[in-house]
């Protein structure tokens, strides 16, 4: 029997098809992955940088103690008149897992009902329950009679 | 010449061609180990009958279903104006709760009667994993809905996986399609719920039963009968609660038929007092109590952390718990009695708290 035909595991031509195997086997795969991974991105827009300036109501509309939900871009925003009569507003996403706070005005504070998150109304920090951080603030001002909120 | 060629009313003419008479002589001739005479052990088949119920129900759902923005709607004209519509879909979700608790049921008969153990190891791990499957399933199933609980069950879902080190942005993106819940986020559930997830499952179900046809149903500690025929006795016990499991079950779904909450409203607050499915509450307790930081761990990251050990020690069981080790058994009992009163009285803690 000639020795040189004989099978060898551990021969270079085993090892060379081996690895020939395993190279191709890797180009395929990744020649299926690399295209279904880039088809299955997140097509929806992102969180701008800036949100754009939103009418929220007229100045006279909200009265100390009152509240207002509007949307600012894709983020729903709490604005409250305090007693001082200053303004103040909140993005209404919680920190935690991203449900949507609740002003109480009685015990003058932000609420989600998900998991229990209290955040204070006038500063926006975290009181008490599991979020993280503090609620997102947006800059709001008063132009013209009209108050306007945006980032 | 009629001999030579079998006409198609000849009774052997399906036989020559599919092969099918040999399979069905097995069958009769196959034994179920003595003793097996609990309910228990017809646990698995009525699962089986839901996964087909949810099949069929699915199906007939899809044809009225919207994703995306017209979710919430054309749920509402399913429930309230196709003729029937409210059945198919309230057996489609009473079926749902049914299949989690006849699964975690099963799983926890088997893990009773150690019958995880060699050489029924893989069994066990495709088991698992479908009780993973319908708990997808169950969660993918609840944001289709599109009404408030969707919104939010699809935001605290997402933030979750956002919450995974290394590859969470990547899952929340690849599962939400934004960086929001939003149109994406429904079409995507769409295509887990009713592609991806049932696929997965008729690939492990079919595993399941390919294994439980190959080892046989595990037999009793201490068997107490001789073997029974498969055919006609155990087939006519597990005939019997198919039918009345199928009436139940729709007799439950005329009885309580599903309600379409409020349309979701990113703008609204959370309602009050929404919760999770109850398959979920433990988690959702969970959740609710821990701290902002444990350590250096976020809140959201212990959680997961405390899913993902829950999850590999029930995957992993029958390598470790393989009957040849005293201290394993011990072990394997008390991680049990430790874990399901946890996890009862988080989840009835969850179901109760304001």
């Not at chain 1, 939900?69 to 983020?75: C, F, K, L, Q």
């Not at chain 2, 039963?209 to 080892?215: A, D, N, S, Y």
Request: net charge positive; hydrophobic share 50%.
């Amino acid at each position: 029997m000639d020795d040189t035909d004989a099978p060898n595991p551990s021969g270079p031509r085993r090892t060379f098809v081996r690895a020939a195997v395993a190279l191709g086997g890797a180009g395929a795969v990744a020649s299926i992955a690399w295209p279904v991974g880039r088809y299955l991105q997140p097509v929806g827009d992102g969180v701008p940088e800036d949100l754009p300036p939103t009418d929220v109501c007229a100045d006279s509309e909200l009265a100390p103690g009152q509240m207002r939900s509007v949307r600012v871009g894709p983020i729903p925003v709490i604005v409250l008149r305090r007693h001082d009569s200053s303004l103040v507003a909140w993005s209404a996403l919680c920190t935690h897992l991203g449900c949507t706070v609740r002003f109480r005005p009685e015990s003058d504070d932000l609420h989600c009902a998900c998991h229990g998150a209290v955040f204070d109304a006038a500063t926006g920090t975290r009181r008490s329950g599991p979020a993280p951080s503090a609620l997102a603030k947006l800059k709001i001002e008063v132009r013209h009679g009209r108050i306007v909120a945006w980032a | 010449m009629a001999e030579s060629s079998p006409g198609r009313d000849d009774p052997g003419w399906l036989r020559e061609r599919t092969g099918i008479g040999a399979w069905l002589d097995r069958a009769r001739k196959l034994q179920v180990p003595g003793g097996i005479r609990s309910w228990a052990a017809h646990v698995g088949g009525v699962a089986i009958l839901l996964l087909v119920v949810q099949t069929l129900t699915g199906i007939l759902l899809l044809v009225h279903y919207r994703a995306g923005d017209g979710a919430w709607a054309s749920v509402a004209r399913i429930t309230s104006q196709i003729p029937f519509g409210w059945l198919v879909r309230g057996t489609h979700s009473i079926a749902s709760h049914l299949l989690v608790l006849l699964v975690l049921a099963h799983l926890l008969s088997s893990f009773a009667s150690r019958a995880f153990r060699r050489p029924r190891e893989l069994t066990w791990m495709t088991g698992v994993a479908l009780l993973a499957c319908v708990l997808g399933l169950g969660l993918s199933g609840t944001v289709l809905v599109g009404d408030q609980r969707a919104l939010f069950t699809a935001r605290v879902a997402l933030h979750m996986t956002r919450a995974l080190p290394w590859v969470g942005s990547f899952l929340a993106g690849l599962l939400g399609g934004g960086p929001d819940v939003g149109t994406e986020t429904g079409q995507r559930m769409l295509a887990v719920h009713a592609g991806a997830l049932p696929l997965a499952l008729l690939c492990l179900a079919a595993m399941h039963l390919w294994l439980v046809r190959t080892h046989g149903l595990c037999a009793p500690a201490r068997p107490r009968a001789n073997p029974i025929p498969w055919y006609p006795d155990f087939l006519s016990r597990e005939a019997t609660l198919w039918v009345v499991a199928s009436i139940l079950l729709v007799a439950a779904a005329a009885l309580w038929p599903p309600e379409v909450g409020r349309s979701a409203d990113p703008l609204e607050p959370t309602p009050h007092g929404i919760r999770p499915a109850w398959f979920f509450l433990p988690l959702y307790q969970l959740l609710r109590m821990l701290p902002p930081m444990v350590a250096v761990v976020r809140g959201e990251q212990v959680a997961w952390i405390a899913v993902l050990l829950v999850a590999a020690g029930v995957l992993t069981l029958p390598l470790w718990e393989d009957g040849e080790r005293r201290w394993a058994k011990r072990v394997a009992d008390l991680l049990a009695w430790i874990l399901l009163p946890l996890l009862l009285g988080l989840g009835l803690w969850g179901w109760t708290s304001s």
